[in-house]
């Protein structure tokens, strides 16, 4: 894009206004701009930045003046997407692991555990190179609001610095201490509980906003989730849980009973599943990286949104399961293979996202909200599925600021 002005919006501070205009589809997913729909599609369009935040947004030809003036050339813009669920704060790879499944091989390395082992190995300096490597990248596909957890040190310290490396560099940072249970407690799973709702979330809960478990068979039980959860939110931490990925499982019956911000994976739902999270203010967050990287069933996006379900989606970006940082493949993925439409994929990703995040500062270009957008290489959003593997995000801005 080219501005108009010698000033440049990326050095912008409060109080300094711009007008990005000639944008040919403008997504607000404020339904109440624009074509009314949930999108609040504005087609000619403009959008006002003051300082970190949306000013306006409608017609091109009715916006007012602004101290800079930036021409899209007839891209569209939509919202930042927001990521509401990876694993970014890890040391090692599983190249061989992934390989080994792709080809129909048995591999026996460790998995998780695989990834625990060389976190504990890595310096601070090499966990925080890894962590800020790949939100550079998810910032450069579009990604503007990302949450990330610890998970992968599964000892006191490797968990709190893992947090405290996450809490210096992402707004939202998540305790997972409950991944599994490591091999130094597999004959003692109840000590591990005691040990990651007592000392160990004593350590972390000053660095994280929320607490996670990985409540499936081979992790944790829904007996010791509640428990693990409910010692996080009398910490003031605010659940969110790994559910129904693998098996049917009382994970998303339990994270409606705790009010948690999102069920993540919902892959193995029965009706009363789908009800209580029709029913409730918990997200299913739908992470489609995760079924493509293993092969596994794909969730069953259009059951739930038929049923009024709120649904985010996001990468999961993680070394063994989900090694994706991209928004844009994931929403071609729940397009093409778990039945959304290009709407409700770029609204799950952005919207949704900061639903599952309980932000309203986020996900959506309406006055008020940061100025956290993207500029694709493209008339329309639609091409995020259209054209998929395609490099169209051309253009990031974050909190008013040109980013990428």
């Known amino acids: 894009m080219s501005s108009t002005t010698s000033a440049t919006p990326a050095g912008a501070t409060h109080g300094t206004t711009t007008v990005v205009t000639n944008i040919a589809t403008l997504v607000t997913n404020d339904p109440s701009l624009g074509d009314g729909s949930p999108l609040g599609l504005i087609h000619d369009a403009a959008v006002v930045i003051d300082g970190d935040r949306v000013a306006w947004t409608g017609e091109s030809s009715k916006a007012p003046a602004t101290d800079n003036r930036v021409d899209a050339g007839g891209r569209a813009v939509i919202p930042g997407f927001v990521d509401s669920h990876s694993h970014l704060v890890f040391a090692g790879d599983r190249t061989e692991e992934f390989n080994a499944r792709m080809s129909g091989r048995a591999y026996s390395a460790g998995g998780i555990r695989t990834t625990v082992a060389a976190t504990r190995a890595a310096t601070d300096a090499e966990l925080e190179a890894t962590l800020t490597r790949y939100l550079a990248e998810a910032l450069r596909q579009g990604t503007t609001t990302l949450e990330t957890k610890s998970g992968y040190g599964l000892t006191v310290e490797d968990e709190s610095r893992a947090l405290r490396i996450a809490a210096a560099h992402t707004d939202e940072v998540t305790y997972l201490g409950a991944h599994i249970v490591p091999p130094d407690h597999a004959e003692d799973p109840a000590a591990y509980v005691a040990l990651v709702t007592g ?9 994280a906003r929320w607490i996670d478990v990985f409540c499936e068979k081979g992790a944790f039980d829904g007996d010791q989730a509640r428990a693990i959860l409910t010692a996080g939110r009398a910490r003031g931490l605010h659940p969110r849980v790994h559910a129904n990925q693998l098996t049917y499982g009382p994970g998303v019956q339990l994270a409606v009973e705790l009010d948690a911000a999102s069920a993540d994976h919902c892959t193995h739902l029965t009706d009363q599943d789908v009800d209580a999270l029709a029913n409730s203010s918990t997200v299913a967050t739908l992470l489609p990286g995760a ?114």
């Open 199 to 207: 000392e160990m979330l004593d350590a972390c809960a000053p660095y």
């Open 291 to 404: 079924e493509f990287s293993t092969r596994a069933e794909w969730p069953d996006a259009r059951r739930l949104l038929d049923a009024g379900v709120t649904v985010a989606l996001s990468t999961d970006c993680n070394p063994g399961s989900s090694f994706t940082s991209s928004v844009p493949f994931c929403i071609a993925l729940a397009v093409r293979d778990m039945r959304m439409t290009p709407d409700e994929a770029l609204w799950s990703a952005t919207a949704g996202g900061a639903r599952a995040l309980r932000r309203d500062d986020v996900g959506r270009l309406s006055p008020g909200a940061y100025a956290d957008l993207a500029v694709l290489d493209a008339p329309s959003h639609v091409h995020l599925a259209y054209r998929p593997g395609v490099p169209l995000v051309s253009e990031v801005w974050r909190r008013g600021r040109r980013a990428a």
